[in-house]
Every structure is written in C-alpha cells, then in structure tokens.
C-alpha cells in the first residue's frame, strides 16, 4: 500500500524528514507515533500528494509519486482519505453537505449518496445533526464529521493525522473503534498520534516512531517484550 | 451530463456569493463595453454614410461640341458597364444649361440660350472606391474615360479621394487597438475578479481538491462565472446602447444632413457577446493559471 525510500524533505535549511525507508502492507493498522515537530504531518501529507516528493522514492496505493502530475493528484486522492489535525471542513455547510462531498465530486447518483452518508453518520452518531452546519458544532463533533468524510469513500488507505486530538477520553475511544471497524473492511488505516492509550487498545496495530525527522519502526503492540 | 449541469449552474450560482463584489465587476465590464459598442456603433454609421454618399468618386465628363446626339447616347450607354461605375447621369447641353440655370435660383435668365447652348454634352460617373491604391485607381479611371471617343476633358475632386483614404487607413489604424486596448481593460476586470473568487474561495477549493475533486471539477465553474459575467455585463450595455440609440436615432435627420443613425447590425451584436464571453473565459483561465 505504502512504500517509501530513503525520503527526506526539508522547508528551506530545516530538515523535515531525513532518508526515511518505510513499507505498509495492504490491510495494515500503523501508528505513526512522535513528538510534535517529528514529522508526522510532513509525512502524510506527502503520502497525499499535498507536499511534493523532494528526494527518495515514494509509491501510494499504486502511485508513484515521484511522476504523478498535479492534473492526475485527484485519482490518488479518490483512494486515499484523509482526517486532517484542522478538519478542514466547510463550516458554513451542513453535516450532510461535507460528508457527501467526496461522493458529490465523484459524481455519484444523489440516492446513493443520501444512503451511505445516513449509514456513516449513523456509525458516528452524527444521523441527529445531518442538517446541522458545521460551524454549530463542537469540536469533538467536527472531528468526527472530518473521520465521516473520509470513510464515507471507503478508501483503499486512510491516514488520519491526530484524529483523537479534541477529543476527550470516551470520544476518542470510540473513534478508534470507528477506525477498527473500518479496518476489519480491509481498508488500510495509518494514524498520526501521541495518544499512549489508543495505540494501546489496537493489539494488532504497527508502531512506527518518528523523532527529529528519522523514523524507527517499533514492535507491533501484541508482541511479547 | 448531470454533472456538466450542476457545475454550469453551480459557475452561476457562485458568483453571487459575493453580490457586491459582482455589481462593481458587472459595472467595470458594462461600462468598457458600452464605450466600445458606442464606438463600434459610430464607426459603423460613418462607414455607412460614406460608402452611401462620400464612399464615391465622382467623375465629370466633358465632350467637344462636335459630338452628335446620337453619338453621345451610344457611348452614354456604354459608361455603366464600366467596372467600378456604380451611377451615370448625363446631360445634354440643353440639360446642362437648365441645371446650371437652377443652380442660379433664378436669377439669371438663362432661357434666351436654349438650343444654342454653349455647356458640352456632360456625364458625372459616379464611381465605386477600391479599399487599396485609391489614387492609381483614380488616375487609371481618368485615363480610362479620357479614351472615350469625343471626350475633351475629365475631372474630379483629388480632396475626394484624399479624404476618403485617409478615413479609411484611420479606421484600420484606430479601429483594433482602440478595441484591443477595451478589451484588455474588461480581461483585467474580470481576471481580477476571479482571483479574488480564489482568494476568497481558497480554503473551499482547498478541501475540494483533498476530497478528491478534479481540476476540471474546480476549474469550470471558475469559468462559467468568467463567462457570465462577460455576457451579462455585455448584453446589460448593449440593452444601455439600445437606448442611447433610441433617444438619437433621429438626432441628425434634419435638413440638410438627412442622417439616420442605425443600430449596431445582429452581427456585430453576436460578436460582442461571444467575444465579452470569450475574454472572460481566457482571463478566468489566466487567473486560475496563476
């Protein structure tokens, strides 16, 4: 699904990422754990194109993003979902209106849309806020309408940066379970967190750790010590 | 096809998020359109007056005296089937002394000369002008009815000539950049209202592009708003010039000028949408480029 080498990045002399050498196996739960300033968002973003490939080799879901032009971004973006930090939601549209836009700007038949948005945000206990702008809800409640917008795709990879950020105990465990749920779909989840307890529940997950721009890959969360 | 529709009208229906932002746009492009169309309206109308009473040359033909009746009529015949020739009148001597009596009001009695009237047998050759080399034409035009058999004299107005050509090489000198020059100011007016629309828009056409939107998806609304806003401030001045032209139409159509102003033809009117539409399709395209 995910497979990187010897990537690095930087933003002008600082840099970001150092010759970082990574793969994620199709199916696969990663938790891309680290300090704040590690990395992590640098990293997602460049798996969904919204940085560009600086040095290294970088392939998502079958892209090479090396040679993938900007006109042709949107074709991985159509199988890479992403929960942004910032949730990058239109808060002046309703629940409804921003989880269906990934569907809408697909151009899928409206009954289909209406039915998977209902599901998805019934799975979120969003179906009580559909018609609700945004702008009137929590945080906690954007956060969960950001998740809604990326899985209503069902997207081959999800990455989700600090999905549990605003988010208090009980809420963020109950997105992971989203998050689980999902995954048992098949659908490869990559996650950007500093959350010590939700990586913890996720037995089966993948840690990897980014500090200072180098990544170390960490053991998987079942293993014995 | 759906699709196509939603983002046509969707292109539309955009442009009125900022209402206030588009009548200031709307008035920029309307005004540099009804100075254009104006122009446009009163070179057509000169154009029109000089290809229908100055657009000529007219030529006088003098005969000798010697000329018999019936010798004047055959080659009379003849002059209208000279190419260029749009228009013969003639005058026998006796014609030519009631004319030049006329021209007396009266107040010369002229009538004591008829039939022994001392004008030559005269012809006025009305004749159409080339768009290029109007002086050689003019030259070879006089030679040609100079060869006419008994013709003692030929002449016209050189100013004629002068004047005509000289509204010719201005209307093509000032014509397209004046043009050029009103379309380059609505590009701008709406090149520029686009990229507010961008700036404005960013963080939507932002989450648009993540969620997995095309370019095409983002760009033809863009360009549909371009292109409205073109044919609606466009068609909104040519409804003012329509107006104007009504409250002139018979401005000049008094005697002695007998000037009636036309309206710009449906022609003109067809190529003043498309081409609004078009520039502001091109500047949406420039602006969303940049």
Request: net charge positive; with cysteine.
């Amino acid at each position: 699904m995910i497979t990187i080498s010897k990537l690095s990045y930087s933003f002008g002399r600082q840099l970001a990422l150092k010759d970082i050498s990574f793969s994620m196996k199709q199916g696969e739960f990663v938790f891309l754990c680290g300090p704040s300033g590690a990395g992590k968002t640098t990293l997602m973003r460049i798996l969904h194109g919204a940085l560009p490939v600086q040095r290294g080799k970088v392939d998502v879901a079958g892209y090479d993003l090396n040679t993938l032009t900007e006109s042709r971004k949107h074709l991985l973006r159509r199988d890479v979902s992403v929960v942004f930090q910032d949730f990058k939601i239109l808060p002046n549209q309703t629940v409804f209106a921003n989880v269906g836009l990934p569907l809408v700007v697909r151009g899928i038949a409206r009954h289909i849309i209406d039915k998977r948005v209902r599901a998805v945000l019934r799975s979120l206990h969003l179906d009580q806020k559909a018609g609700v702008p945004c702008e009137e809800l929590s945080g906690g409640e954007q956060q969960r309408v950001a998740v809604a917008r990326a899985v209503v795709v069902k997207p081959k990879l999800l990455l989700a940066d600090e999905p549990t950020g605003n988010l208090d105990r009980e809420l963020s465990l109950r997105m992971m379970d989203i998050f689980q749920q999902f995954h048992r779909f098949g659908t490869s989840i990559m996650i950007a967190t500093h959350n010590q307890e939700i990586m913890e529940r996720m037995a089966e997950a993948r840690i990897v750790t980014l500090e200072d721009g180098v990544m170390h890959e960490g053991k998987k969360n079942g293993d014995q010590q | 096809m759906n699709v196509f529709f939603r983002l046509l009208f969707q292109g539309v229906r955009d442009l009125f998020r900022s209402p206030w932002s588009l009548c200031m746009t709307l008035a920029a492009i309307t005004l540099v359109t009804f100075l254009g169309s104006a122009f446009l309206m009163l070179v057509h109308n000169l154009n029109l007056q000089l290809g229908t009473r100055h657009g000529n040359v007219q030529f006088q033909v003098y005969w000798g005296g010697n000329a018999t009746q019936a010798e004047m009529q055959e080659v009379w015949g003849a002059l209208s089937s000279i190419q260029g020739v749009v228009n013969v009148r003639t005058f026998t001597p006796d014609q030519a002394l009631e004319v030049l009596s006329e021209s007396f009001q009266k107040s010369v009695d002229l009538e004591w000369m008829k039939g022994r009237s001392p004008l030559p047998p005269t012809a006025l050759v009305e004749c159409e002008m080339p768009e290029d080399g109007q002086k050689k034409w003019a030259a070879a035009m006089v030679d040609r009815l100079q060869a006419l058999p008994k013709v003692q004299k030929v002449s016209f107005n050189p100013l004629q000539v002068d004047v005509l050509s000289s509204w010719v090489g201005f209307t093509r000198m000032a014509f397209w950049p004046v043009m050029g020059f009103l379309l380059t100011v609505v590009a701008l007016v709406v090149g520029n209202t686009i990229k507010l629309a961008l700036l404005v828009r960013r963080e939507e056409l932002e989450i648009l592009r993540f969620v997995g939107a095309s370019r095409a998806y983002i760009q033809f609304p863009l360009l549909v708003g371009g292109a409205f806003q073109g044919f609606l401030a466009s068609g909104v001045a040519l409804v003012l010039l329509k107006l104007v032209h009504h409250a002139i139409e018979n401005l000049l159509n008094v005697p002695p000028l007998w000037i009636s102003i036309f309206f710009l033809p449906n022609l003109y009117i067809l190529a003043i949408l498309s081409v609004l539409a078009g520039v502001g399709v091109i500047s949406s395209c420039v602006a969303l480029r940049n």
